[in-house]
């Protein structure tokens, strides 16, 4: 049949109608299901198929090309002739006048097409308006519908509003009844007791004037105890006084009477020294008895000499008097006593420094430190070599150590505190604990990405809002408050971990439950491990939310299971965390959730003073270009008022402006309230305390005294922490754990270098891991080990570069290891006190793979481009994949371009091949590193 219906031509070549009538339109063929199709519109379409998928029966365009080629000779400089050759292309292109018509033919196939399309189009829009008026009218009914239904239950509103004010207006009344009827009662009897009071007044009145003479007696006393201890001061010294001159003057008495007799006497001959013993030029007790015990030594030693020579020593000493008594012309002296020379000069007294009262601060200089106990700067470093510390003249040291130095050398030490100003300014805040109260408690939610913690939290905004804000909260700063039926409850909206863990390094504890949202269907995940690690960091209570019940693979029991082994213990398995089931979702249990918060803010007591001078934490800050330091601190006791002069850690300024958590200007904020302040000199750190004071020029002299200490105690405490003084530091009683925080490669390296650890710990060292994990270093472990004082060791593992950054701000110990008995031994060594010579791994470059090729001889060759330090070619290496360690050799060759070279520097490229590996793949980075040896000391 030379015509066939679409429908049938469908069927017999086995496609859908819809893809034929499709192909049909595109071919410039316009037909319907019933339509025929004949033998040319069938060429038409096999034709179409045919261009479209790249195939042409005959072609449309032929292209001649020509070329020609010719010598033409040059002659060159030297008188040479050059033959240049020079070849002509010449191009030209025919086109069939059938494919022209064609073209104009499918033109006008495309103008039909488009006029049937717009009648379409119009006819499509014509039946949506008619359905949008209709959706219309439809709304309008249900708004009226709603409306009406809104009145309804604001009518019933208003009723139960009015049920519950009779209601408390009754309770009121019943109250205030009760108080009156119970003053009445005191009032009874207390006049009671008056009556008897005064009876036993006219009874004991003798008693009570003794009584009062005691009391008299007694506040006088110590003014009378002072005045006393001076008379006998005055009195010892001149009882002191006449004694010595009674002294001299026997003294001057038995000298006479021995220089008579000097030549007759021989057996007990002596000499004009010992009779010094009875002479004393000091008023001192302790001096006097000093003396004579000198002079009793010296005595014992002359006369076992002079009972063997005693005619010699005789001639000697009067051959001495009369030099002595003899002036230039050779006339004898005139002297009072013959020998009040070696009277004077008999006993033999050493010189004694005056030990002055040394004063000490927080830190202070070697060299400060000898100025002010007047001795030398080498004997200070002497006796501080002798006690185990070594130091410099220009080092500074701590008050502890410098107070022992002090002791040991005889002085008495009086500790100044470098806060004694900051102690001043605060002190003169005007709380009082009559004002006590109790306050809202600060909850920080945490978990695992993606199991709902900010839906949580979103759903409680709206729920619990006040009918002002029921379209929504927009949150401006990082916390908010809301008010419950049963209280208010304060969230902290903190970015992270890190940031919680940051709070708590810097002193402040904002904090006072923590709620840790757990997904039902994916349970316990690395950072819930994390968010348990700072929690009980902090020592704060912890409530867990298992979200996301609805499901229908959630397991909340499975929840328990995997917490148990984290040491969080559900209530029903007799522990002290409470769990509570929700939905953040549809809302379920939300309410138990925030009822769970109260009680357990309930059991620890939370109180503040509510008037006063305020004094808060500061959440979070930043550098606003319009508004200046932006600062949102969280108010923990008295009353923040505008206008305030408040001092944030380094920082101070008046209170020019005041916002809630709304954008909305205040006046005033109360405990737990958060707020955020304009007017400081600068950005204070997140976790300064802030605290309102009287006088501003005071608060700038304390701004400006921290400023300038903050280095001072930050170079001071650097040495803290550090493996190779961990020895040095437990001797003086500061250091009495070693903090780790453990990362490796895998979780049974993990579990294998956490128990050799612990197995190191005696009753003088304790290894105690704050933290552990699979992975690289973040920046959350950084952090951690910052707060709690502990050396990184990572195995296997590297840090990435906020990690880096943050370990090179705060001085902290990294440590790279690839093998567990070193890792072991070297801890092992350091507690022990037997530190052998180091062998560090120090890393000089690290390129990155930018592209990797192919060759025959060599294998792949890495593309690299040097990202820091120094690629050396015969230094070890090892490659890095996703900062996890998958390789460890070395170099077989590093060429720059086609040049074999022996090292790449900074920011250049290279092609780096490494030896028996092929397995380089893009964004891997090569680690070239060089091993040290470096000695180790105790000091």
Known sequence: MSEITVNALAQEINITTDKLLHQLKSAGIIKNLNDTVNEEEKRKLLSYLKESHGEKASPTKLTLQRKTKSTLSISGNNGKSKNVQIEVRKKKTYIKKSELDKKNAELEAKKEAELAAKKEAEL?????????????????????????????????????????????????????????????????EEKEVDLKKQKEVKMNSGTEQSTQKKKQKRNSAGSEEDKLQSRREEINRQMAIEKSQKQVEEAKKMAEEKYQDWDTAKDDSISPETDSSDFHTTTSKYARDAEDEMDQKNDFQRRKKRKKTHSKDNEELVADNTKHNTNKKGKRKKTNSPNKTTLTQAFDKSAVVAKNDVVIGETIVVSELANKMAVKSSELIKVMMKMGAMATINQVIDQETAQLIAEEMGHKVILRKESDLEDSILSENDQSEANVAPRAPVVTIMGHVDHGKTSTLDYIRKAHVASGEAGGITQHIGAYHVETPNGMITFLDTPGHAAFTAMRARGAKATDIVVLVVAADDGVMPQTIEAIQHAKAADVPLIVAVNKIDKEDANPDNVKNELSQYDVIPEEWGGDNMFVNISAKQGTNIDSLLETILLQAEVLELTAIKEGMAHGVVVESKLDKGRGPVATVLVQSGKLKKGDIVLCGLEYGRVRAMKDELGKEITEAGPSIPVSILGLSGVPSAGDEASVVKDEKKAREVALYRQGKFKEVKLARQQKAK?????????????????????????????????????????????????????????????????????????????????????????????????????????????????????????????????????????????????????????????????????????????????????????????????????????????????????????
């Open 723 to 939: 493996l190779e003084n961990m020895f040095a530091n437990m001797e003086s009683g500061d250091v009495a754990e070693l903090n780790v925080v453990l990362k490796a490669d895998m979780q049974g390296s993990v579990e294998a270098i956490s128990d050799s650890l612990l197995k190191l710990s005696t009753n003088e060292v304790k290894v105690n891991i704050v933290g552990s994990g699979v992975g690289g270093i973040t920046e959350t472990d950084a952090v951690l080990a910052t707060a709690s004082n502990a050396i990184i060791l990572g195995f296997n593992v590297r840090a990435d570069a906020t990690a880096r950054r943050v370990i090179d701000t705060e001085n902290l110990d990294l440590r790279y290891y690839s093998i567990i008995y070193q890792l072991i031994d070297e801890v092992k060594a350091a507690m022990g006190g037997m530190l052998a010579p180091e062998v560090k791994q120090e890393i000089i470059g690290l390129a990155e793979v930018r592209d990797v090729f192919k060759s025959p001889k060599l294998g792949a060759i890495a593309g690299c481009m040097v990202t820091e330090g120094i690629i050396k070619r015969n230094n070890p290496i090892r490659v890095l994949r996703d900062n996890i360690v998958i390789y460890e050799g070395e170099l077989e060759s590093l060429r720059r371009f086609k040049d074999d070279v022996n090292e790449v520097k900074n920011g250049y490229e290279c092609g780096i091949g490494v030896k028996n590996y092929n397995d380089v793949k893009v964004n891997d980075q090569i680690e070239v590193y060089e091993i040290v040896e470096i000695k180790r000391t105790l000091d």
């Open 124 to 188: 499509a829009a014509k039946k949506e308006a008619e359905l949008a008026a209709k959706k219309e009218a439809e709304l309008a009914a249900k708004k009226e519908a709603e409306l009406a239904a809104k009145k309804e239950a604001e009518l019933a509103v208003k009723k139960e509003a009015e049920l519950a004010a009779k209601k408390e207006a009754e309770l009121a009344a019943k109250k205030e009844a009760e108080l009156a009827a119970k003053k009445e009662a005191e009032l009874a």
